[in-house]
């Protein structure tokens, strides 16, 4: 990437650990290697995808760039800022203009409050709006998630799944922000259905020249929503680079069998005709040395226990972290 | 295995001495409450009361008063009673401990299988006429006052209808040790424990009942049955196993008070000489070297049944073994 | 190899117009209505559909696991020959877990946390065989092994907990499979799990039909998967079969509007990105709000006058779809599209 270009987000060597356990327990303190060395680059008005199984980290780097989570090592700068060490406190002010989007938008709405309130709960935080201000951006609001305006006075547990995730996102966009985080958004919803959110967010980036960082499993939903798409394996970054490239084309192993994986709609489908990856990602309290990836890697050699591969660029507009990266078809998707 | 044992065992020690600090706070450093003017009497002269003071070490600071009744009563076990005086407050308790535990037991193994056929009866039959029959009976239990019943079990047993068939057998009130004479051990606890299981027996029903009923919403259960399991079996090996998770930390607490003394209202309708009855008399007299001695006991049980209570958590749930 | 997808040999299991009701305080809510559907020797019956379609619940009714005292379960459930739901209570429970076995989604909440998952095989070995103990657990293992878990004498004295999802569904399956079932029932097996292990799963699922004989009911609301493994689809909507048919057709040339629409809306893998996703409006209804008619019809850019009644089955050779538009041929989507296009003459 250019790195002349101003970014929107810049994450820098990022690590972050949990802590689980205790050391009055048996087992004692284990330590949870969430993020290793993660670096990304937002740029404005880009689509990042974020995509890998579960436990590879992707959720908590979402938390991460959002400073929702304290970094154990790096830098995360928004918009040139450096916001790495500001506290809780000195972040509300730029919380307006970065949000998050959640998988299950009802976990995340207080049941007992009407709509309406929900989505304005920020706009009364933040803003210095009268009421009536408030309640012209509520219709705009609800216009732009495409919503009856009469749902304000409902109670989120009187709407549909994705009406709901609808809500979610006018509540996320109601300050304006610059940039969006949306982990799994449409994972918990319908077939039917979350091709309606896909749309939603591709409208509003339009509409309002939204940036956003997009988390999820689905490789397909990725593929139509991302500009770039980073693969995510057991803490770290294993390649990134525009989505067509990186889906197309993949040069790291994981990325092929993550794509080969997929199951297709295909007439004539067939399971044994795929590349099937044996085993499960390890756990994260204890990674293998060398690539993480080499465990279950078809094509790992002795360098790859051994030898951490680096991020590097591969072709423009990609980097990936393999010694031995696939050569464009060198490993077959389907058939 | 050691490990977490000694860490048990550290921590009911650390228990143990953090309440009998504060016990101790309560009674002999609390203002207004001089443990020399209780010894003394009512009427004594200051210069009694000075004597007396200096004679129990009173005059001591505290730390050390602290440490001269721990002493008294764990090492040589030679504190006396503040009332009755050259009462050693040790043997007491160790001869009321058996009659207590006495009661306890057997009341505790009557409620726990009665509570778990009336759980389980109304569980299977939930929704039912049963069910909601043996619902109001365990809420009736429960709102049943103990000393009540046990008046009432004594109006019937002792008197009433004494001279009847059915209760001829039940001999006067009072304690008669067991190694003495076995039957008639059982024969005079009898009522006292059903009286004293009849409050458990409602509770740890209904709420077994709820668990079970909870389990049975439980993708498991569904799974039992789609294995061609029988519903008997379904019941006992997988809801009934997964339910006594609370029922056990109930029982342990429960088992634990009573033992340390809770039962003291049964003890004192029946007659029973236990540690309940040793407390409520150490109270009414303000007798704090029996307080003293009866707290400490009492938190042992509880700090012991706490600890049972874990273990048994351990073997019921393997999630809660790994999570240590 | 498989039998004949389009014409199954034999029939193993056939549905004749199952009805599920629930009473309820609001009076008799419909939530399977009059569904038949057939299920051959060795073959793979997907059934898809939504949140609220039925899929589930017709599976717990083949099993006859409703338990709910309020439930009507009406029709007739023909497994060998013998109606499900006339057998007795015990008959039936011979029957579950040996002739028909069933897999659900979370294999975490669908074991019991308590009982090691060799226990737990055990127990449903020894409910329908005289074996003995040390004769089952080594059954149980083998089982363990065959489904690739590593180490399996040592799985079988784990824990559910102490498993990853993708060994607990193995361990799921290899319980499930534990009797020789003739018919396995896999309500979501896959959706809690990621896709590499997904795969591994649908894999095992696959070879179950060459190794052990099983015919399979797939449950899923991924057509991905649909796609992947079987060998007929059905596709349910509001508690209704809208269409049915070997899954090559079905996927070639869905023919109800609601499997046309479900299929576009997946974002594709391979060429072209679409600007916008095609979509199907609104989400799929509840069962105490399921509109007159086709119940599709107020989602359905094809609706016309006749959508008001229901729509029956029309058969297309293997291909069965309950839409009008398909009374007597199957629909040419193009075609429909261009005569409702704007301008277009009517």
Redesign the interface.
Known sequence: MSGTRPTMLHAASVTKRFRVGSR????GVQIVHALTDVSLDVFPGETVGLVG??GCGKSTLGRCLLRLYSIDDGRIAFQGKDITNLSQRELRPLRAEMQMVFQDPYSSLNPRRRVGDLIAEPLRVHGKRSEADVQNRLRELMELVNLSPDFLQRFPHEF????RQRIGIARAIAMSPRLVVADEPVSAL???????I??LF?DLQQKLGLTYVFIA?D???V??IATRTAVMYLGGIVEIGDTDTV?HSPAHPYTA????????????????A?T???G??PSPTNPPSGCRFHTRCPIAQERCGVEVPVLRPLDPGRRVACHFPLQSGEVA?HG | MLLPTLRRLAEMIFVMLGISIVVFLIFFATPGADPAARIAGRNATPEILAQVRHSFGLDRPLPVQYALVMERLFVTRDLTSFVNRGQRVIPAVIEATPVTLSLVLGAAVIWVIFAIIVGMVAAATRGGITDRTLMFLGLVGVSMPVFWVGSVMNLVTQSRFHNTWLFHWVPGLGYTPLLLHPWVWFKSLVIPWVTLAILYIGLYGRVLRANLVEAYQEDFIRTARAKGLSETRIMFRHALRTSLITFVSMFGLDFGALVGGGALLTEVVFGLPGVGRLTYEALQNLDLPFIMATVMYSSFFVVVANAIVDIAYAWLDPRVRDAR | MPAEPSAPAETLLDVRNLSVSFRSEKGVIRIIEDISFSVGAREILSIVGESGSGKSITSLAVMRLITDPNAIIEGSIIYKGRDLLKLDPREMRDLRGRDIAMIFQDPMTAMTPVYTIGWQIEEQIRAHQKLSRRAARARAVELLGEMGIPAPARAATRYPHQLSGGMRQRAMIAMALSCNPSLLIADEPTTALDVTVQAQILELIQRLRRDFGSSVILITHDMGVVGTISDRVMVMYAGTVVERGPKPMVLAQPSHPYTLGLLRSIPPMHGERPFRLPSIPGSPPAPTARPAGCPFQPRCDFRFEPCGNRPPLFRHGAQEVACFLAADHLPDWDHERAIRAPGAAA
């Open positions: 009055f327990r048996t087992g199984e579960s549909s799944g994705g009406q319908d077939v039917s259905v979350q091709a309606q896909v749309n591709m499993h490789l397909s939903v593929r139509q889906l069998a993550l794509i080969s994986a997929v199951p297709e709609p295909d007439p004539h489908g067939n399971i044994r795929r099937i990856l044996r499960e990602p998707g």
